[in-house]
């Protein structure tokens, strides 16, 4: 089973391999049938990340500031981009809501 590197998705990808070969067109000839696209990937293509005022409005009129003290608290979930003290931190809307899901019933994430 194979991790997705840029959404942590655990399956298998649709992906040639260097075993694959091409032909002069640039047409991949495989030996076995070829499998449908990829739509994971394709779904996580058009996801954008939410800063730190997006993510507070999302979450019902926060302060932004509370939001990135909840994130490098480990509170919220998020994703650190640069490194040090003054980090930025950016959100996926869906990790946003299955935390606050998470929050409403009292079931962990």
Same mark, same amino acid.
């Given at each position: ?16 391999? &260097?075993? +694959?070969?091409?032909?002069?067109? $640039?047409? #991949? =000839? ?21 800063? &730190?005022? +997006?993510?507070?409005?999302?979450? $019902?009129? #926060? =302060? ?31 990790? #946003? ?13």
């Amino acid at each position: 089973m194979d991790v997705c590197g840029s959404c942590r998705w655990r399956g298998d990808h649709t992906q040639t391999t &260097a075993t +694959d070969e091409y032909d002069r067109k $640039g047409t #991949l =000839n495989q030996s076995k049938p070829s499998a449908p696209p990829d739509t994971h990937t394709f779904q996580h293509s058009t996801t954008r990340f939410l800063d &730190a005022a +997006d993510a507070a409005a999302h979450l $019902g009129g #926060l =302060n932004s500031r509370t939001v990135t003290r909840w994130a490098r608290e480990g509170y919220l979930p998020a994703y650190p981009i640069g490194e040090g003290k003054r980090r930025l931190w950016r959100f996926l809307r869906t990790d #946003l809501d299955v935390w606050m899901s998470a929050r409403r019933t009292g079931v962990p994430a």
